[in-house]
Each structure stands twice: as structure tokens, then as C-alpha cells.
């Protein structure tokens, strides 16, 4: 349940109108709020306003509509602002991006603000009435719009200041690699000791029987996350193993495998609703579980500042810092091997795990394929390698590490002229230095 609601939350997220709607919300009930103290409340309770306070109910119609009305028009910039911004950084820093300007709560706290002043100026612009009998002006209700108009002046500062900065290059690489460092401490929470051996399976590990219950996917889509509690509940009360054969940000089609569950026991086929609902699909990655998630955002603006339309390499070298600032934490952290044990130390569940090979291959592999021909991009691969040495506390990281090095090292030496290749040498030796260290 706890993984589901976290799918959740995250999803609601992406929502770019889900903070505006729930601002534009309270701005109705705090505009009748309002008037309903101008109207039960004794006619002198603000006397003391000065030039404040609205006699005229002409004039303070027309406050309210100029109010309303620039509101209005604002947000119209607003939007049209924050739609050409998407494409921009679509076109220069790749779609995946995207998602990240959708979720930037300054933006939406900056919508929301123009919008719920706009609707608390109409509410209160209707109570306003001039009659034979009398008339009524809300003063308390025309302070308070007062207020949330400089309030909304000031988001627009704010939002000028912020939509230029968040568009640029740097600070878009530096807010992904600080997201993909706390996506690395939440899903890897456990840290290795120095000197720490690799993780070894159990000597029994089990392996599914020939009597055994494939559950495969119902739609296709992208696995966001799985509920292991779930299974791990489902499979002890019914004294069974289960062994998954995806991981969250893999992509499944119909009719693909999800699970094999074995010992096959009569009436196991009612379980496979239950099961099934454990593994949460949808049309894009989520970041709760995949922790390749924010890596690959890296990399597509890498890959695209590489490119020979853009040609752009201090981009790329940035992400790459970025990338080796990440993986720094992860080489201090012990990745699960993917075995879990219920309530009473029994082996329930195996998941299909990363390893460390396979997250750092996927951080440099598509980086220095695409940047095989420039120095700077080499040479600053290798400086990364030799960042993250002294962190390697397995043979497996630092074999991974060595053999990214031999490839940066061999890729460039032949496409690079022997003057230029220079640099890469010195800097492969320290790389090699640092990781035989």
C-alpha cells in the first residue's frame, strides 16, 4: 500500500494544475469568508481604515475589475511564457526534461497566485450592491484583494526571475544530479564498511520448479514500481516463492512475464489479480524505484550537447561531473542483491537487481561513444574514473571502472590526432594509478 500511495503522490506531482485548482479553491472560500464578516459585522468595526476604506460602490466595482482584468491578462503571459519555455528546453535539453518543468512548484505556486486572486476578485465584485434601499461595499473583502494583488505582483517578479534561471544549462544539470543523488540515498540507504566484500546469494538459493505459475502483464507500459511488501505478504500466507522478472523502469509489452510463482497449488490461479496489482505499470518512468531514472536525464543532455547540430562539450562535461559526484555516493553504498525474507527469516521474494556494473556502464557507455572525437569529453571521462577510485571499496567496481578507462583510452586513440591523444594518455595513467591504488 505504502509503494502505491508513493506512485501516487508522485504521479499527482507531474499535475501542473493540481496546486493552481486547490489555490483558486481557498480563494472562494476566503472571499466568502470575507464578505460574510462585512456583512454580519457591527458598521463601525472599521472605521479606523482612513483612506482605505470604499464609500462609493462605483469605485470599488471598478478596482475590482481592473484587478480581476489584469489578473487575467497576466496569467494569459504567464502561460504563453511557461509553454515557450517547454519547448525550448525540449529542443536543447530533450523531452525527459519536461517533466521536471511540470513539477516546479514555483511555477505552479506562481499560476495559482494570479489565478485565485482573479477568482477572489469576482466573488467579491458580485457581493458589491447600490440600491433605493441602501448599498454595500466590503471593505474588509476590497483590503484583502488589495493585499493579494501585491501578493501577485510579487509572484511576478519571482516568476521572471525564476524561469530565466531555471533555463539555463548549469542549473538544470546541477538540479538533476542533486536529484539523482538523493534518488541513490533513498533506494540505496545501506552503507559498506571499507574493504566490504560483494554480496554473495544464499548457497540454497532456489530456482523456480517445473511446476510453477507465470503471471505475464496485462497491458504494456513502463514498470514504475512493485510492491514488495505485497508479494512478500502474499507469498508467506500461502507458503510460496515468487522470483520477478523485471526491475521498476523496464518496459513490458502484453502477455510479457511479470512473475513466476511456484510450488503450482490448487487455487494459485486466485491469486494472480492480487498479484499482478503489486506491480504498478504506466506510460512513462517514475523515480521512487528506478534510480536509472535521473542518470539517463544526464545523459540525454550529454548526448545531445555531443551532437554536431549543437556541438556544445562544456555541457557535456558538466553533466559528467555531475554524473561522478552521484556515483560517488552510490560506490559507498551496498546495492540488495534482490532476496527477501519474510517475518520468520523465509525466503519469499527475488527481484531482478542492478548491479554496479550496470548503472556506471550506463553513465559513460553512451557519453563516450558519442564523444569519442573530442578531447575535453576523454579527458574529462577519465578524470571522473579517477574521482571515483578511492570510493570503490569492491573488485567489482573497480574492474568496472578499469574497463571504462581501457575504453576511453582505445576508442580515443583512434580517432584522436597523436598531438591532441597526449593529453588522454596522462590522464588514462592517473585514471589507472588511482584505480589499482
Same mark, same amino acid.
Not at 503471471?215 to 510492491?227: T, V
Not at 574492474?399 to 571504462?404: C, F, P, T
Given at each position: 500500500m505504502r509503494t502505491r500511495?508513493?506512485?501516487?503522490?508522485e504521479q499527482l506531482a507531474s499535475i501542473y494544475w493540481i496546486i493552481p485548482a486547490v489555490m483558486v479553491t481557498l480563494s472562494i472560500i476566503l472571499s466568502l469568508a470575507t464578505i460574510h464578516i462585512d456583512q454580519t459585522a457591527p458598521p463601525t468595526y472599521l472605521q479606523e481604515l482612513g483612506w482605505l476604506g470604499v464609500?462609493?460602490?462605483?469605485?470599488?466595482?471598478?478596482?475590482?475589475?481592473?484587478? *480581476?482584468?489584469?489578473?487575467?491578462?497576466?496569467?494569459? %503571459? +504567464?502561460? &504563453?511564457?511557461?509553454?515557450?519555455? /517547454?519547448?525550448?528546453?525540449?529542443?536543447?535539453?530533450g523531452p525527459r526534461i519536461l517533466?521536471?518543468?511540470?513539477?516546479?512548484?514555483?511555477?505552479?505556486?506562481?499560476l495559482g497566485t494570479l489565478t485565485a486572486t482573479y477568482t477572489y476578485c469576482l466573488f467579491t465584485l458580485k457581493s458589491i450592491n447600490n440600491t433605493a434601499t441602501g448599498s454595500f461595499v466590503p471593505n474588509l473583502s476590497i483590503i484583502t484583494s488589495i493585499l493579494l494583488t501585491l501578493l501577485s505582483l510579487g509572484a511576478l517578479v519571482y516568476f521572471f526571475h525564476h524561469i530565466t534561471a531555471s533555463l539555463q544549462a548549469d542549473n538544470v544539470i546541477t538540479q538533476v544530479g542533486e536529484e539523482l543523488t538523493i534518488a541513490i540515498e533513498k533506494i540505496f540507504p545501506?552503507?559498506?564498511?571499507?574493504?566490504?566484500?560483494?554480496?554473495?546469494?544464499?548457497?540454497? *538459493?532456489?530456482?523456480?520448479?517445473?511446476?510453477?505459475? %507465470? +503471471?505475464? &502483464?496485462?497491458?504494456?507500459?513502463? /514498470?514504475?514500481?512493485?510492491?514488495?511488501?505485497t508479494l512478500i505478504d502474499i507469498a508467506r500466507e500461502n507458503d510460496l516463492m515468487m522470483r520477478t522478472e523485471l526491475r521498476p523502469g523496464e518496459f513490458t509489452a502484453t502477455e510479457t512475464p511479470l512473475v513466476?510463482?511456484?510450488?503450482?497449488?490448487?487455487?494459485?490461479?486466485?491469486?494472480?489479480?492480487?498479484?499482478?496489482?503489486?506491480?504498478?505499470?504506466?506510460?512513462?518512468?517514475?523515480?521512487?524505484?528506478?534510480?536509472?531514472?535521473?542518470?539517463?536525464?544526464?545523459?540525454?543532455?550529454?548526448?545531445?550537447?555531443?551532437?554536431?547540430?549543437?556541438?556544445?562539450?562544456f555541457t557535456a562535461m558538466n553533466c559528467i561531473d555531475q554524473i561522478a559526484a552521484s556515483l560517488t555516493q552510490l560506490l559507498e553504498r551496498s546495492i540488495p542483491i534482490g532476496y527477501y525474507y519474510d517475518e520468520d527469516d523465509a525466503l519469499r521474494l527475488i527481484t531482478k537487481p542492478l548491479t554496479y556494473t550496470e548503472i556506471i556502464e550506463t553513465s559513460f557507455n553512451q557519453i563516450r561513444r558519442n564523444g569519442s572525437d573530442s578531447v575535453s569529453v576523454n579527458v574529462k571521462l577519465l578524470e571522473a574514473?579517477?574521482?571515483l577510485a578511492?570510493?570503490?571499496?569492491?573488485?567489482?567496481?573497480?574492474?568496472?571502472?578499469?574497463?571504462?578507462?581501457?575504453?576511453?583510452?582505445?576508442?580515443?586513440?583512434?580517432?584522436?590526432?597523436?598531438?591532441?591523444?597526449?593529453?588522454?594518455?596522462?590522464?588514462?595513467?592517473?585514471?589507472?594509478?588511482?584505480?589499482?591504488?
Amino acid at each position: 500500500m505504502r509503494t502505491r500511495l508513493e506512485t501516487l503522490r508522485e504521479q499527482l506531482a507531474s499535475i501542473y494544475w493540481i496546486i493552481p485548482a486547490v489555490m483558486v479553491t481557498l480563494s472562494i472560500i476566503l472571499s466568502l469568508a470575507t464578505i460574510h464578516i462585512d456583512q454580519t459585522a457591527p458598521p463601525t468595526y472599521l472605521q479606523e481604515l482612513g483612506w482605505l476604506g470604499v464609500d462609493d460602490p462605483d469605485g470599488a466595482r471598478s478596482f475590482l475589475s481592473v484587478v *480581476a482584468g489584469s489578473m487575467i491578462g497576466t496569467t494569459g %503571459v +504567464i502561460f &504563453s511564457i511557461t509553454i515557450a519555455s /517547454l519547448v525550448q528546453a525540449s529542443s536543447q535539453l530533450g523531452p525527459r526534461i519536461l517533466n521536471n518543468f511540470l513539477r516546479d512548484r514555483g511555477n505552479q505556486l506562481v499560476l495559482g497566485t494570479l489565478t485565485a486572486t482573479y477568482t477572489y476578485c469576482l466573488f467579491t465584485l458580485k457581493s458589491i450592491n447600490n440600491t433605493a434601499t441602501g448599498s454595500f461595499v466590503p471593505n474588509l473583502s476590497i483590503i484583502t484583494s488589495i493585499l493579494l494583488t501585491l501578493l501577485s505582483l510579487g509572484a511576478l517578479v519571482y516568476f521572471f526571475h525564476h524561469i530565466t534561471a531555471s533555463l539555463q544549462a548549469d542549473n538544470v544539470i546541477t538540479q538533476v544530479g542533486e536529484e539523482l543523488t538523493i534518488a541513490i540515498e533513498k533506494i540505496f540507504p545501506e552503507k559498506m564498511s571499507l574493504f566490504s566484500v560483494d554480496q554473495e546469494k544464499p548457497e540454497d *538459493a532456489p530456482t523456480p520448479t517445473e511446476d510453477n505459475l %507465470v +503471471i505475464n &502483464s496485462k497491458r504494456s507500459g513502463y /514498470l514504475q514500481a512493485i510492491d514488495r511488501d505485497t508479494l512478500i505478504d502474499i507469498a508467506r500466507e500461502n507458503d510460496l516463492m515468487m522470483r520477478t522478472e523485471l526491475r521498476p523502469g523496464e518496459f513490458t509489452a502484453t502477455e510479457t512475464p511479470l512473475v513466476t510463482v511456484w510450488p503450482k497449488r490448487d487455487g494459485i490461479e486466485e491469486l494472480e489479480e492480487k498479484i499482478e496489482k503489486a506491480f504498478i505499470l504506466g506510460d512513462q518512468r517514475l523515480r521512487i524505484q528506478d534510480v536509472e531514472y535521473h542518470l539517463n536525464q544526464l545523459i540525454e543532455i550529454a548526448v545531445r550537447a555531443l551532437s554536431p547540430g549543437i556541438n556544445d562539450p562544456f555541457t557535456a562535461m558538466n553533466c559528467i561531473d555531475q554524473i561522478a559526484a552521484s556515483l560517488t555516493q552510490l560506490l559507498e553504498r551496498s546495492i540488495p542483491i534482490g532476496y527477501y525474507y519474510d517475518e520468520d527469516d523465509a525466503l519469499r521474494l527475488i527481484t531482478k537487481p542492478l548491479t554496479y556494473t550496470e548503472i556506471i556502464e550506463t553513465s559513460f557507455n553512451q557519453i563516450r561513444r558519442n564523444g569519442s572525437d573530442s578531447v575535453s569529453v576523454n579527458v574529462k571521462l577519465l578524470e571522473a574514473i579517477e574521482m571515483l577510485a578511492p570510493q570503490t571499496k569492491t573488485w567489482e567496481q573497480s574492474n568496472v571502472l578499469r574497463e571504462q578507462a581501457d575504453r576511453v583510452y582505445k576508442s580515443g586513440k583512434e580517432i584522436i590526432p597523436e598531438w591532441d591523444f597526449v593529453y588522454i594518455e596522462e590522464k588514462y595513467e592517473a585514471a589507472l594509478m588511482a584505480v589499482e591504488a
